[in-house]
């Protein structure tokens, strides 16, 4: 599962490819994604609440920026 975990560059290139698709949601999911797995966690954590303000609530993405969140109070 490391490999998953550390590879930074799927996520940025997901974080591209959903800006250019105009998803800015999933955008700045896989931006928190990306920063979580530098362990970047302030840089995860803001991009995670900013996903909430374009994710639709009670969903698969908006729980995971919400754990994202969580997990980076720590």
Same mark, same amino acid.
């Given at each position: 599962?490391?490999? *998953?975990?550390?590879?930074?560059?799927?996520?940025? =290139? =997901? $974080?591209?490819?959903? @800006?250019? $698709?105009?998803?800015? @949601?999933?955008?700045? =999911?896989? @931006?928190? $994604?990306? *920063?979580?797995? =530098? @362990?970047?966690?302030?840089?995860?954590?803001?991009?995670?609440?900013?996903?909430?303000?374009?994710?639709?609530?009670?969903?698969?993405?908006? *729980?995971?920026?919400?754990?994202?969140? *969580?997990?980076?109070?720590?």
């Amino acid at each position: 599962t490391s490999k *998953f975990k550390k590879n930074t560059n799927a996520w940025k =290139l =997901l $974080e591209i490819a959903y @800006g250019k $698709e105009k998803e800015f @949601g999933l955008s700045s =999911l896989a @931006g928190a $994604e990306k *920063f979580l797995s =530098l @362990g970047m966690k302030k840089d995860a954590k803001a991009k995670a609440i900013k996903s909430l303000r374009y994710l639709q609530k009670n969903t698969a993405n908006y *729980f995971r920026a919400k754990d994202i969140i *969580f997990l980076t109070k720590k």
